[in-house]
């Protein structure tokens, strides 16, 4: 089945530093993949996403690029921003048109400090 | 306008009670999804409803009952309330004959709380 592991925090950062948040996924086929923000709370909001290998999304600053040999997903900003406090989700949805649902990881809270 | 749209936005209620969730999407999307978001914020999809028929029902207890009235609604109805059915409740919808272009809206969650 589909599996989504990215790095558990939280992950405390200083603002204006350079965030990386690790993920990788399992699953069969071709699948799309995504990054969701949740600001405490409220709901999900997307903040990116790829839905072949090599795209690059990106939003507000945030990238991922869909590595198919690494299979992974990696979130990266360059500078961030006591705004940018909010639990991370990576996610995937299968190659077949999405009624199955996402796969989710477990989320990475990210705490930036003034 | 709400594009997705959950009632009630928090819901107190005790042990052995039963209650309802309600979700509307007004996107005119086919499929429609319910998630529990557990205390420890792990994600994890219930159900998926594509033009009122049910798609997937993951390992979820029959105490919960999905029902679609029609496209753009999809209920969430669960008996016999329990302590670990504590949660925020997600509703979602999606456009699934658009291809992996799509993706899935979320509710704004209804948090549940069984005493």
């Known amino acids: 089945g589909n599996s989504v592991t990215q790095m558990e925090g939280p992950v405390t950062l200083s603002e204006e530093a350079f965030l990386t948040i690790n993920c990788t996924y399992t699953?069969?086929?071709?699948?799309?993949l995504f990054w969701y923000v949740q600001y405490p709370g409220e709901g999900l909001q997307l903040l990116l996403k790829?839905?072949?290998?090599?795209d690059k999304g990106s939003n507000k600053g945030f990238e991922a690029t869909y590595r198919k040999e690494t299979t992974s997903f990696h979130l990266e900003k360059g500078s961030v921003q006591v705004s940018d406090s909010a639990v991370y989700f990576c996610?995937?949805?299968?190659?077949?048109?999405?009624?199955?649902?996402?796969?989710f990881g477990k989320g990475t809270h990210l705490i930036i400090q003034p | 306008d709400t594009a997705v749209s959950q009632t009630p936005k928090y819901l107190v209620t005790q042990m052995g009670n039963d209650k309802s969730i309600k979700c509307e999407q007004n996107l005119g999307h086919d499929t429609m999804y319910w998630y529990k978001q557990d205390s420890k914020k792990f994600l994890k999809i219930m159900f998926s409803?594509?033009?009122?028929?049910?798609?997937i029902n993951e390992t979820v207890p029959n105490r919960f009952s999905p029902k679609s009235p029609d496209k753009a609604h999809l209920n969430l109805h669960i008996n016999s309330l329990e302590l670990g059915d504590s949660a925020v409740y997600f509703c979602a919808s999606r456009d699934t004959s658009g291809g992996p272009q799509e993706t899935q809206y979320f509710g704004p969650g209804t948090r549940l709380l069984v005493l």
């Open positions: 699953a069969t086929g071709y699948p799309s």
């Open positions: 409803y594509n033009n009122k028929e049910l798609i």
């Open positions: 790829a839905t072949k290998a090599d």
């Open positions: 996610a995937l949805e299968n190659s077949g048109g999405g009624a199955d649902g996402l796969t």
